[in-house]
């Protein structure tokens, strides 16, 4: 497979990361993946922008402008021959002397993979009781290196035979999934959890806020009990969620009102 590593395509027997790369050593970095199609990469601004954003935070600039991203992009694509499935980008801070502060000046690495798409359809879901999400972090609103939580939790739905967990904040409201955001639909009313309530602002969520009426507020156990429907988001798609732990959501079948949404 070839990939694209710090400006070069390159086979990937051949793509060397430092061993002394903060991403690998401390998981300092952060990614984005975005859906392909027709060969090309699908809301490329807005993943970018979300990129620099949390560059931002994190004091890790992105040492490559949109234009030469989106090329590079455009080469590995062409290269590999991906017209439908999904581009990862993934940036570090590059390689650095042991120690948990950052080096004065850094010298980033970045890489982009193409992939497949992960499965579709309905979502079976538990709620984490292994970890929370904590909402008073600014690592919640970004898209980190460090899954952990995440992990930990999709552990924990795998053991318990589900698809999927669903994240608690540390106040014991709603946050998200493992790897997408959650709306629920009560009548003709679509929620989700606000930013600060530990979701993080998906490129499909931040789509569906602009071309829907959604209310963002805290959401419950119980919001998600009496739920017509309830469906995850991400910036590969759209799946239904019809049950948590092993209680049906709404009627148990994927509702219509997420069948009409549009996250393309």
């Not at 590593?5 to 975005?34: K, M, Q, S």
């Not at 590995?76 to 080096?103: D, E, F, I, K």
């Not at 972090?137 to 995440?150: E, F, G, V």
Request: aromatic share 4%; glycine share 12%.
């Amino acid at each position: 497979m070839t990939v694209w590593l710090n400006g070069a395509l390159v086979e990937d027997g051949a793509a060397r990361i430092d061993p002394a790369d903060r991403g690998f050593t401390l998981g300092d970095g952060l990614f984005e993946t975005l859906r392909v199609a027709d060969g090309a990469p699908l809301r490329l601004a807005r993943h970018l922008a979300r990129l620099r954003a949390g560059g931002g935070v994190l004091g890790l600039a992105v040492p490559w402008t949109d234009a030469a991203l989106g090329a590079a992009m455009a080469a590995l694509l062409a290269t590999t021959g991906c017209r439908t499935g999904s581009l990862r980008l993934t940036l570090t801070r590059g390689p650095a002397a042991r120690g948990v502060l950052p080096p004065a000046v850094a010298t980033p690495s970045l890489l982009m993979t193409c992939g497949g798409l992960p499965p579709d359809g309905p979502v079976r879901a538990v709620v984490a009781t292994v970890t929370r999400r904590n909402e008073h972090s600014p690592l919640s609103r970004l898209k980190t290196l460090n899954y952990l939580d995440a992990i930990l939790a999709r552990q924990e739905a795998a053991r318990r035979g589900a698809d999927d967990a669903l994240l608690l904040n540390t106040a014991g409201r709603l946050a998200e999934a493992t790897a997408a955001n959650l709306f629920v639909r009560h009548g003709d009313r679509l929620l989700t959890p606000p930013v600060e309530e530990g979701a993080l602002p998906g490129v499909g969520r931040a789509l569906i806020l602009e071309r829907h009426a959604v209310e963002e507020r805290p959401l419950t156990l119980g919001d998600l009990a009496c739920a017509d429907e309830a469906f995850l988001t991400n910036s590969l798609g759209l799946r239904p969620l019809v049950a948590v732990d092993g209680r049906p959501v709404g009627d148990g079948r994927p509702g219509p009102f997420a069948g009409a949404l549009a996250v393309g």
